[in-house]
């Protein structure tokens, strides 16, 4: 097992090296710079002298290692807009709030996918499968904007329940937190408890039809007993490796939702960034973006020993 760790850290920061180089020169390949963008109708001397000082005249090779030289000192550069704001500034005010937001949504994601994939598969046939299965393909085919937009015109402006937008962090205390969190998690996390409760029907129905299943309920085992402890535990190998990916994938689909509860987090920074071709705050964010997915492919490796004793690397 620390031989696999070692092999798989190792792998990544290749993984993570690769992303970085690929999207520092793609950035540089798609055609004008920030420059032409912030100073469109400028004495071109002035344009000249501005990309001078942002070190953008220089080759593509020599901006290359000295961003990747300053990286691994812990220096992402700083925003060509603005203020010239440090880049890892700016990740540190938004990343908590695009984490805390796929945490939350998560959270509810497997609530919601664990009772209903659990009763489906348990009822299987009846009117209360067919009635989870009609919810789960109701959430995959709603686009989390309009259920965004449908959850704060109901609980926000007809009900006064909930506020509509912004974000307020952990340290003014949990209500408010949660409370401007709690329905753009749902518009996130719906989809992807749709997929995921369809995911644990489909694996329990496999696992139940085996053998040492049907040895545990002719031993008398109570029917709790043989759900919980040996057809869903067994069964929980490829919903991990889905919730794994939903995980990441939460990190950069939650930019849509973002924008509709205007949330500042870190995927309204990068689609912004984009859009001004600000190249460091792009490299930077995706960089972050990239160590989140590599870190949490980690750790559904490390869960696939948690759950199944049977697997060895």
Known sequence: MTQFLIRRILVSIVVIWAV??????????????????????????????????????????????????????GDLGNSIYGNNQPVNQIIAEALPRTLSLSFLAMIIAL??????????????????????????????????FWLGIMLIIIFAVNLHWLPAIGYSPLSDGFWPWFSHLILPAIAVGAPF???????IRSAMLEVSREDYI???????????????????????IPVITVMGIAFALLMTGAVVVENVFAIKG????????????????????????????????????????????????
């Open 111 to 144: 609530v919601i996918s664990f009772t209903a994939g659990i009763v489906s598969a348990m009822k299987k046939g009846t009117w209360l499968d067919h009635i989870v299965t009609f919810i789960a393909i109701l959430g995959l085919s709603m686009p989390n």
């Open 214 to 236: 049907r040895t545990a309920r002719s031993k008398g085992l109570s029917a709790r007993s043989v759900i919980f402890t040996h057809t869903l535990r067994n069964a929980l």
């Open 20 to 73: 970085a180089t690929l999207v520092f020169f793609m950035l540089r390949i798609v055609p004008g710079d920030p420059i032409g963008a912030m100073l469109s109708d400028v004495d071109p001397a002035a344009a000249e002298a501005l990309r001078a000082k942002l070190g953008l005249d220089q080759p593509a090779y020599v901006q290359y290692f000295r961003w990747m030289l300053n990286t691994l000192r």
């Open 193 to 199: 408890a749709a997929i995921i409760a369809r995911m």
């Open 266 to 313: 870190l995927g309204r920074v990068m689609i912004q960034s984009i859009l001004n071709r600000d190249y460091p705050v792009v490299q930077g964010a995706i960089l972050i973006v990239s160590l989140v997915f590599v870190a949490t492919n980690l750790l559904v490796d490390i869960l696939y020993t948690v759950v199944d004793p049977r697997i060895r690397y």
